[in-house]
């Protein structure tokens, strides 16, 4: 049987998902990546119920799941300590289905990896777009073995994505979202902790463990971008966060300097037109990238793809098929969602930007008082989110009241 055929560029979470999800539709798939290995950077990703939900379409939710490290409580505190509200891990798998999930990026590409053929995935190897295809004409990429030719591509190149300027180089893409972030994965501390998440006057810092008993930390603080400290971002981190509560100060002293990642953190303020053009989609980063407020831009890239793989699965043994209108619907079920997404994560990162002392103890004020007297506060704000299941499944069951 003759396969249509799908080149995906860029091998992060969203392109090796799609990928997968493509693979099993019974599309011929080349994944292009120009990094010369699959060597994720040194940072957690936390997979919620909703991405879980999506990985079941390719028979890896539950392989997922079975790494949920931690079920009890944590929440959100003060620098110095204070609780301002708790969060219950078997409440958010009521409310949502599931629990969240924290696993190392590798672990999730290994796990993605393993649903893809041998030779699939093509690494030390740049594809450019070079013409998306239309109704009549299959889309083009340029490599270094040669152009060629495609029933699809799939542009998953990430925040700075080559193919979404090529596809609407008048967008003007994402912007600095006024701060920027660490990420650090660190061997087991000695004493145990509640995973958190902690709010100062425009800084931010998160522990969370992992299955494995290694911990993942991020922070973020707002500052000008292109930033990058002399001595080094741990000695960066002990000047900004040394003196917060414990686990931070324990986290930090297990970190090698040469393992903490700084990125400036940018958001796709204005939509694109389209998630798709001709015969080329956009999904992840280079579709909507967002704060990373809500720990959502991976879980969204795998529902962008699981989507896109549904629609365009009547299109896998006819390559004599136009995939547009597939494409088309693709857009409608993803652009409005995933921009909704974006503007909440814009409203958290404004809530964690308050760095005046006053503004700071109203806020602290507000979120203790809203928590205790309606304990399902911090929750609700998933709600549309985390409660997502993919086309042709089952609907979830309703959420239960808080």
Same mark, same amino acid.
């Given at each position: 049987?003759?396969?249509?055929?799908?080149?995906?560029?860029?091998?992060?979470?969203?392109?090796?998902?799609?990928?997968?999800?493509?693979? =099993?539709?019974?599309?011929?798939?080349?994944?292009?990546? =120009?990094?010369?290995?699959?060597?994720?950077?040194?940072?957690?990703?936390?997979?919620?119920?909703?991405?879980?939900?999506?990985?079941?379409?390719?028979?890896?939710?539950?392989?997922?799941?079975?790494?949920? !490290?931690?079920?009890?409580?944590?929440?959100?505190?003060?620098?110095?300590?204070?609780?301002?509200?708790?969060?219950?891990?078997?409440?958010?798998?009521?409310?949502?289905?599931?629990?969240?999930?924290?696993?190392? %990026?590798?672990?999730?590409?290994?796990?993605?990896?393993?649903?893809?053929?041998?030779?699939?995935?093509?690494?030390?190897?740049?594809?450019?777009?070079?013409?998306?295809?239309?109704?009549?004409?299959?889309?083009?990429?340029?490599?270094?073995?040669?152009?060629?030719?495609?029933?699809?591509?799939?542009?998953?190149?990430?925040?700075?994505?080559?193919?979404?300027?090529?596809?609407?180089?008048?967008?003007?893409?994402? =912007?600095?979202?006024?701060?920027?972030?660490?990420?650090?994965?660190?061997?087991?501390?000695?004493?145990?902790?509640?995973?958190?998440?902690?709010?100062?006057?425009?800084?931010?810092?998160?522990?969370?463990?992992?299955?494995?008993? %290694?911990?993942? !930390?991020?922070?973020?603080?707002?500052?000008?971008?292109?930033?990058?400290?002399?001595?080094?971002?741990?000695?960066?981190?002990?000047?900004?966060?040394?003196?917060?509560?414990?686990?931070?100060?324990?986290?930090?002293?297990?970190?090698?300097?040469?393992?903490?990642?700084?990125?400036?953190?940018?958001?796709?303020? &204005?939509?694109?037109?389209?998630?798709?053009?001709?015969?080329?989609?956009?999904?992840?980063?280079?579709?909507?990238?967002?704060?990373?407020?809500?720990?959502?831009?991976?879980?969204?890239?795998?529902?962008?793809?699981?989507?896109?793989?549904?629609?365009?699965?009547?299109? &896998?043994?006819?390559?004599?098929?136009?995939?547009?209108?597939?494409?088309?619907?693709?857009?409608?079920?993803?652009?409005?969602?995933?921009?909704?997404?974006?503007? %909440?994560?814009?409203?958290?990162?404004?809530?964690?930007?308050?760095?005046?002392?006053?503004?700071?103890?109203?806020?602290?004020?507000?979120?203790?008082?809203?928590?205790?007297?309606?304990?399902?506060?911090?929750?609700?704000?998933?709600?549309?989110?985390?409660?997502?299941?993919?086309?042709?499944?089952?609907?979830?069951?309703?959420?239960?009241?808080?």
């Amino acid at each position: 049987m003759e396969q249509s055929r799908a080149v995906v560029i860029g091998a992060g979470v969203g392109g090796l998902t799609a990928a997968a999800a493509l693979h =099993r539709s019974g599309w011929s798939v080349t994944v292009f990546e =120009r990094a010369a290995a699959l060597a994720p950077l040194g940072a957690g990703i936390a997979l919620a119920p909703n991405a879980q939900r999506a990985l079941d379409t390719i028979g890896l939710g539950d392989e997922v799941r079975a790494l949920a !490290a931690w079920q009890g409580g944590g929440g959100l505190r003060t620098p110095g300590g204070r609780r301002l509200a708790r969060m219950d891990g078997a409440a958010v798998a009521k409310r949502f289905g599931g629990p969240v999930v924290l696993l190392h %990026r590798a672990t999730l590409v290994e796990l993605l990896l393993s649903r893809l053929p041998e030779g699939c995935v093509r690494t030390g190897a740049s594809a450019e777009l070079t013409d998306p295809g239309d109704a009549r004409r299959l889309a083009r990429v340029a490599t270094a073995d040669g152009e060629r030719e495609a029933d699809l591509v799939v542009g998953a190149d990430g925040v700075h994505s080559a193919v979404r300027r090529a596809l609407f180089p008048g967008h003007p893409g994402p =912007r600095y979202a006024g701060f920027t972030t660490w990420r650090v994965v660190v061997p087991a501390l000695e004493r145990p902790f509640e995973p958190h998440e902690t709010w100062g006057r425009g800084r931010l810092w998160g522990s969370q463990p992992m299955r494995d008993g %290694r911990v993942y !930390a991020y922070a973020a603080a707002f500052t000008p971008p292109g930033g990058q400290a002399p001595d080094g971002e741990k000695a960066e981190l002990l000047r900004l966060f040394g003196h917060w509560h414990r686990p931070v100060p324990d986290i930090l002293a297990a970190a090698e300097p040469g393992a903490v990642l700084r990125h400036d953190v940018r958001a796709m303020t &204005a939509p694109l037109p389209a998630y798709h053009r001709g015969r080329t989609a956009l999904l992840g980063d280079a579709a909507h990238a967002m704060a990373p407020t809500l720990g959502q831009g991976g879980n969204q890239a795998i529902e962008d793809a699981v989507v896109l793989a549904h629609h365009l699965s009547p299109y &896998a043994a006819d390559p004599a098929a136009d995939p547009c209108g597939a494409l088309a619907a693709y857009t409608r079920d993803r652009l409005p969602r995933t921009m909704d997404v974006v503007r %909440r994560a814009a409203r958290a990162a404004r809530a964690i930007s308050l760095a005046g002392a006053p503004a700071v103890a109203l806020r602290n004020a507000a979120v203790a008082t809203a928590t205790r007297l309606a304990p399902g506060l911090l929750l609700r704000g998933f709600d549309g989110i985390a409660d997502w299941a993919p086309p042709g499944t089952p609907a979830r069951a309703s959420r239960q009241p808080s």
